[in-house]
């Protein structure tokens, strides 16, 4: 058996081989056709996947769904803008003497109560 090298070959395919026996032969043969159609499936799904991404995320940008003060996994946007413009809301209110109330809620404890990770029953400790 002896390896068969080509400059066409997919690097993630396997490499064809020849052999005296025909069905063999012809297993490798099938095994490298099916690796690269399966790469070249996976290169479609790729860039039709990067396609509709752009071009929902450019429709959610041209009609404004989503609401103008989310500030999380947004491009442009992150926690520092968020702050800056509370800070500017808040010194504009004071400035042109309107009230001005800010609540912060800490839920770091809120969500830190149970270890998802620790099975609720443990064997033989079963009542």
């Known amino acids: 058996m002896k390896l068969l090298t080509s400059n066409q070959q997919d690097p993630n395919c396997p490499p064809t081989f020849t052999h005296n026996n025909k069905e ?3 297993h490798y043969t099938i095994a490298n056709k099916l690796c690269e159609i399966l790469t070249n499936m996976w290169k479609i799904y790729m860039l039709y996947k990067k396609v509709i991404y752009d071009r929902v995320v450019s429709f959610i940008y041209k009609h404004d ?3 103008k003060y989310l500030y999380g996994f947004r491009a442009n946007r992150s926690t520092n803008l968020a702050i ?3 800070v500017d809301q808040i010194t504009s209110s004071i400035d042109n003497r309107e009230a001005c109330a800010v609540i912060f809620l800490d839920l770091f ?3 830190d109560t149970e270890k998802l990770n620790t099975p609720f029953l443990k064997p033989g400790k079963n009542v």
Do not use: H, N, P, T
Request: net charge negative.
């Open 109 to 111: 404890k809120a969500f």
């Open 84 to 86: 800056m413009e509370l």
């Open 65 to 67: 769904v989503l609401y």
């Open 24 to 26: 063999i032969s012809d």
